[in-house]
């Protein structure tokens, strides 16, 4: 079986300073939607992983969250994909979870759920914390350069065997192309 971890912020959607509250804000970045489609249609699960402390801070409700999820499937659908699962961190930075990246917890209950070695498996973000979850949790840490990517990018000190690239569109082309 080939798994894809995705973030959500920044790698599928636009990001957004003031989080990304209601489906209305919720915009897929160009490509996004068509390379998990391709990667959907070489048999590929994808995953989603994705801190969404908006709901500590009180910001949106689960149920909103959950709305917010349907326009994604419901756009990624007509472009032909599909995600597997949705795994999110509803907690705060000082709620001191095992799922809120850059800790590994989310990534390895997607290890345990998949009954799967996390070894050979890409898990995609643009901040440094994404990278670090991956890396942590035995994955496979790829920086894109969509959303805070540039910025992760700048700052530097990415965790050893980090791969990079421009889009998601373009980092789904390389696993394709390896497979
Ligand atoms: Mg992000
Ligand atoms: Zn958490």
């Given amino acids: 079986m080939k798994l894809a971890i995705l973030d959500r912020d920044g790698v599928i959607n636009h990001d957004s300073d003031a989080f990304i509250k209601s489906p209305d804000e919720w915009v897929a970045l160009p490509g996004s939607l068509e390379a998990i489609a391709r990667l959907s249609r070489a048999g590929w699960r994808v995953v989603i992983a994705s801190n ?4 500590a ?3 949106f409700s689960m149920e909103t969250l959950n709305a917010i999820h349907a326009k ?3 756009e990624l659908a007509q472009a ?9 961190c509803p907690h705060g930075p ?5 799922c809120r990246k850059p800790r590994a917890g989310m990534l390895l209950d997607i290890g345990r759920r998949y009954d799967i070695d996390l070894q050979n498996v890409p898990a995609v973000g643009d901040s440094l914390r994404d990278l670090q979850a991956a890396s942590e949790a035995g994955c496979a840490p790829w920086l894109v350069m969509t959303g805070n990517g540039q910025k992760t990018w700048d700052k530097g000190d990415l965790p050893a065997g980090t791969q990079v690239g421009e889009s998601l569109a373009a980092i789904v082309d390389v696993w394709l192309q390896e497979a």
Avoid: P, V, W, Y
Avoid at 52 to 55: A, D, E, K, L, V
Avoid at 80 to 88: L, V
């Fill in 80 to 88: 032909g994909g599909s995600i597997d699962a949705i795994f999110t």
């Fill in 72 to 74: 994604l499937r419901k």
């Fill in 52 to 55: 969404q402390s908006g709901i």
């Fill in 94 to 98: 000082g709620d001191d979870c095992s």
């Fill in 57 to 59: 801070r009180g910001l």
